[in-house]
């Protein structure tokens, strides 16, 4: 199938294709959608709602990879844990204890990191296959979380669209209702190599990041709760500067640049440029460290994953993460490309 939509921009339109992909282990069908703009080419998967593959141009005009993909579906569960490109729910990031009380009731929900809750749980989204729909420039993917699914309360209406904008931007556009008070924090966690991609390093790649300030945490990745200034330490991504390796903390994003843009990656080999926009208050800088070589090195990949703050069920200073009946979930972030 193959569709276009209409765009009064002046640019092409999207081109949009589904086809049958593959299956899962216990025989559950996949499908794959392409879609292609202005010189942009996504490929999302329903299982785990997974940006397969990004290509964008770098300097030269040659199209290249840009996200970091794995050769097959049996691949992606294989290697489930790095959440390759996958949408992440229904609470990203860590939950401390894995635990939180809402409205006077205390939950429990899945520790699948030490005692803490990660990204979901033990069959979080990214272990879901989506329903999936053509929405115009884009696809629509779609599922329904249960009532106590990995100990989240509240049956929980997701729907998740990729579309591409004029100029080839991917935009990740994120709804969610509830018939019970729960808590909400969605991502989706592509690794970034604009140098190509290929499971070579992306340390080098000059960042920069529209934060004064981060939320430090302990020894097992929790928030401590402080708000920290990122002045004269190795956090200040304020300018653009070569980025190391060591990453793996939550930037308050300020909204500060006049350009709206919360970050900026630029790979200078390629050329190519990355731009960040989100709704979002927070954002997860991970350099990919612990990568170790099944099936990437270590850092090949950056992940900017643009969320609300980790453990904010248990930080009433944090901004909020509940949802209520009557109310909707909505986030969307944005990723340019760009060359120079």
Same mark, same amino acid.
């Given at each position: ?43 999302v998967l329903t299982y785990s709602g997974i940006v397969q593959s990004v290509e964008v141009p770098d300097r030269d005009g040659a199209r290249g990879p840009v996200a970091l993909e794995l050769p097959d ?13 996958? &949408?992440?729910?229904?609470? $990203?990031? /860590? #939950? =401390? ?7 006077? +009731?205390?939950?429990?929900? *899945? ?52 579309? &591409?904008?004029?100029?080839? $931007?991917? /935009? #990740? =556009? ?7 008070? +729960?808590?909400?924090?969605? *991502? ?45 330490t190795r956090f200040d991504f304020r300018k653009p500067k070569a980025l190391g390796g060591g990453y793996d903390h939550n930037y308050v ?88």
């Amino acid at each position: 199938m193959t569709t276009g939509t209409t765009d009064t921009s002046g640019t092409s339109e999207t081109d949009i294709h589904a086809e049958d992909y593959s299956a899962l282990a216990d025989g559950t069908p996949v499908r794959r959608w392409t879609l292609e703009r202005d010189g942009t080419r996504v490929r999302v998967l329903t299982y785990s709602g997974i940006v397969q593959s990004v290509e964008v141009p770098d300097r030269d005009g040659a199209r290249g990879p840009v996200a970091l993909e794995l050769p097959d579906l049996a691949a992606y569960e294989e290697f489930s844990g790095p959440y390759f490109g996958a &949408l992440v729910g229904r609470y $990203a990031n /860590r #939950i =401390a204890g894995a635990g939180f009380v809402l409205d006077g +009731t205390a939950h429990q929900v *899945t520790p699948n990191e030490g005692r803490n809750h990660v990204h979901g749980g033990a069959r979080g989204f990214d272990k879901r296959v989506w329903e999936a729909r053509e929405v115009p420039d884009g696809v629509c993917l779609s599922l329904v979380a249960e009532d106590g699914e990995e100990g989240f309360p509240g049956r929980l209406a997701v729907s998740v669209t990729y579309g &591409l904008d004029p100029g080839g $931007a991917l /935009r #990740i =556009a994120y709804r969610a209702t509830t018939d019970a008070p +729960t808590v909400v924090n969605l *991502t989706n966690h592509t690794y970034w190599n604009l140098a190509g991609a290929d499971g070579t390093s992306a340390l080098g790649h000059e960042l920069r990041i529209a934060a004064g300030r981060i939320t430090p945490v302990d020894g097992a990745s929790l928030p401590t709760g402080e708000l920290a200034a990122v002045d004269g330490t190795r956090f200040d991504f304020r300018k653009p500067k070569a980025l190391g390796g060591g990453y793996d903390h939550n930037y308050v994003l300020d909204g500060s640049t006049d350009d709206g843009i919360a970050a900026e990656l630029y790979a200078p080999g390629s050329g190519r440029v990355l731009t960040v926009r989100t709704t979002e208050p927070g954002m997860q800088l991970y350099t990919a460290d612990h990568f170790d070589g099944h099936p990437f090195g270590p850092c090949a990949g950056i992940a900017l994953e643009t969320q609300h703050f980790p453990d904010s069920p248990n930080r009433p200073e944090f901004p909020s993460t509940v949802l209520r009946p009557g109310e909707e979930y909505v986030s969307t972030t944005v990723y340019g490309f760009s060359v120079r």
